[in-house]
């Protein structure tokens, strides 16, 4: 069993940043693919990122690549999401998920992720 907790969400401006964190229980978190989606109101859940169990490969949706930055410190069972020049479509409930099967990312499909956080809201103002 993983237990997941996200922190560090809250309410920014336009062109501002935030670092969400995501806090893992369980001694096999390296062991794990770690990713980040996000939600907004009426909308499906999205795939933000995700990064390989060892923190070598790295995933981005297009929408966020070369603003977002995803991490992990294994040490810590960690894993951290960057968000530099966020913008009022990136306002959203973010939840950090983990791929239990995978030490290698397989894809975007959120069905592949089976431990959950309880999500943190980000919201950007214009």
């Known amino acids: 069993q993983v237990q997941l907790v996200e922190s560090g969400g809250g309410l920014v401006q336009t062109g501002g940043s935030l670092r969400l964190s995501c806090a893992a229980s369980?001694?096999?978190?390296?062991?794990?693919?770690m990713g980040w989606f996000r939600q907004a109101p009426g909308k499906e859940r999205q795939f933000v990122a995700a990064?390989?169990?060892?923190?070598?490969?790295?995933y981005y949706a297009n929408s966020v690549k070369g603003r977002f930055s995803i991490s992990r410190d294994n040490a810590k069972n960690t894993v951290y999401l960057q968000m530099n020049s966020l913008k009022p479509e990136d306002t959203a409930a973010y939840y950090c998920?983990?791929?239990?099967?995978?030490?290698?990312?397989?894809?975007?499909?959120?069905?592949?992720?089976?431990?959950w956080g309880q999500g943190t809201q980000v919201t950007v103002s214009s």
């Open positions: 369980g001694r096999t978190f390296s062991r794990y693919v």
């Open positions: 990064i390989s169990a060892t923190g070598y490969t790295t």
């Open positions: 998920a983990a791929d239990s099967s995978r030490r290698t990312i397989g894809g975007t499909d959120r069905r592949e992720y089976d431990y």
